[in-house]
């Protein structure tokens, strides 16, 4: 039992507080790592005046990949230097793991595909955190990505993860600028000029809204008859707005329609059939 004791107290002395400083070090370099992302990720985002510009959300995205990159290859040193510390005999362990590797290569082609994706994403800015985008025939926020997957949120709350080799298209709802469209059906019994000139006015009122203004890129147009239904005249108002504006503005738009249209007479339209009944009297006679 002493003698074991002595072993112990002789191999803590020795390796014990080696393994302790290779903590320590990793701790710092964890700290170390957090500080300086966030500081030059606020740095950086600090260049512009706006607030959650698309540098900043850019910069944010870019910062975390580099976080948990980090983070994965600062754990992994650690592990080794540890091991090898311990007296396990790192070189048939990364042989075995090399030929693990070349046994399962089929599925790390996956890992590889979905990582070489996310880099590309990244370098050619397809999205960043809080894009509202559609990937993947999924239309949703953007809440989290790293270099193998990205989360998507939608509109129910659902978070979606979908592997990052696995995306072939995307569309970005908030890349610079968006655009509202409401469309506006009237029955074929409305005076079509009076109906587009309605529209323009609630345009021009919009523009001139304190809450709705600040939302507008441009002037709202109206584009006027976009189609003949069965049932109604199809026509169309459209707004270039901020970035994920177009929503709010769409429903102010379609509460305007609602009201104005009803106080000035002009009838929306909506699908319906007319039903034409027949006596048996009047089929004798025809």
Do not use: C
């Amino acid at each position: 039992m002493e003698n074991f004791s002595e072993q112990a107290g002789t191999w803590l002395r020795s390796h014990g507080i080696t393994i302790l400083i290779i903590l320590l070090v990793s701790f710092i370099a964890y700290y170390l790592l957090g500080i300086t992302t966030k500081a030059l990720s606020r740095r950086i985002q600090a260049m512009d005046d706006v607030e959650d510009s698309e540098l900043d959300r850019r910069t944010k995205t870019i910062f975390r990949v580099i976080h948990s990159t980090g983070v994965v290859i600062i754990i992994g040193t650690a592990t080794m230097m540890i091991l090898t510390e311990m007296g396990v005999a790192i070189t048939p362990v990364l042989a075995s793991v090399g030929f693990v590797g070349l046994a399962f290569g089929l599925g790390a082609q996956t890992l590889v595909k979905d990582m070489i994706a996310g880099l590309f994403i990244l370098i050619e800015d397809q999205y960043t955190v809080g894009d509202v985008a559609e990937i993947g025939g999924i239309t949703g926020t953007v809440e989290h990505m790293t270099l193998r997957a990205t989360e998507l949120r939608d509109l129910y709350g659902t978070v979606h993860v979908i592997p990052n080799g696995e995306i072939r298209i995307v569309a970005n709802k908030s890349r610079d600028w968006s655009r509202a469209i409401v469309d506006v059906n009237v029955t074929y019994d409305e005076d079509v000029d009076t109906a587009v000139q309605t529209l323009q006015e609630i345009g021009e009122a919009m523009a001139q809204d304190e809450t709705m203004a600040p939302l507008l890129q441009e002037p709202a147009m109206v584009t006027g008859v976009e189609g003949l239904e069965n049932w109604a005249v199809r026509l169309r108002i459209m707004v270039k707005t901020l970035p994920n504006a177009q929503w709010e503005v769409q429903r102010y738009l379609r509460r305007q329609i609602r009201l104005i249209f009803a106080e000035k007479g002009l009838e929306l339209a909506f699908p319906r059939q007319d039903l034409r009944l027949i006596s048996d009297t009047a089929r004798q006679d025809s």
